[in-house]
């Protein structure tokens, strides 16, 4: 897939609020800093897409960007950032578990995992999480430019094993590295695989 033409479109606090779900759908999420943004604009080749900020927990909108006028890509506020209030938290849950429930055209999440790091309880109770509400999914390891080869594969080993004592296989596994431009394409054949058997859903 070639990725001629990527817009903003809007920002929702709740799922109603988003764009008509007409179109295949892919959200990006993870905790905070673990290079969300910057992976959207090296996936959509373009820089400026999703705001960037050295300070975690900027993203407290569900930020829909419609991408070659054919399907959406969604950044999602990250999880576990402790500075929020437990209040903002709390409503921020709330409005993900309904935009995951009720967002039909929703095809899978990117679930964003720092490749340098040990396993992160947060990560992995958020792929339970979404495990119980039936939603697909993939892990998407960031950073591996950050590693050498074997501590990356050491931390992503440890990573899938954790996985596995909750699940009978693994979801979709990528590799990426904005910097590099690492699993670019192989995200993007995904979703073009996905959106070559995606059905509008009826109204």
């Known amino acids: 897939m070639e990725v001629k033409k990527a817009v903003f479109v809007k920002s929702a606090e709740k799922h109603e609020d988003c764009p008509k779900p007409d179109k295949p759908e892919y959200a990006f999420i993870g905790r905070s800093n673990v290079g969300k943004s910057s992976l959207i604009n090296m996936l959509v080749n373009k820089p400026d897409l999703a ?53 039909h055209n929703l095809q899978a999440i990117f679930v964003l995992v720092d490749s340098r790091i040990d396993p992160q309880p947060s990560d992995l109770e958020f792929i339970n999480f979404l495990g119980n509400l039936e939603v697909p999914f993939a892990i998407v390891f960031t950073k591996i430019d950050k590693l050498n080869q074997s501590m990356r594969a050491k931390n992503m080993q440890a990573f899938t094993q954790k996985v596995l004592e909750h699940w009978e296989e693994l979801p979709p596994v990528f590799q990426t590295s904005a910097t590099e431009k690492r699993g670019r394409l192989q995200l993007l054949k995904f979703v073009a695989d996905v959106n070559s058997r995606f059905v509008k859903p009826t109204f």
């Open 51 to 103: 705001r960037v900020s050295a300070n975690p927990g900027k993203t407290i909108t569900i930020n829909h960007y419609l991408i070659n006028d054919a399907w959406y890509l969604v950044d999602l506020p990250g999880y576990g950032y402790a500075r929020r209030s437990k209040t903002m938290r709390q409503q921020w849950e709330q409005s993900l578990e309904l935009y995951l429930k009720e967002r």
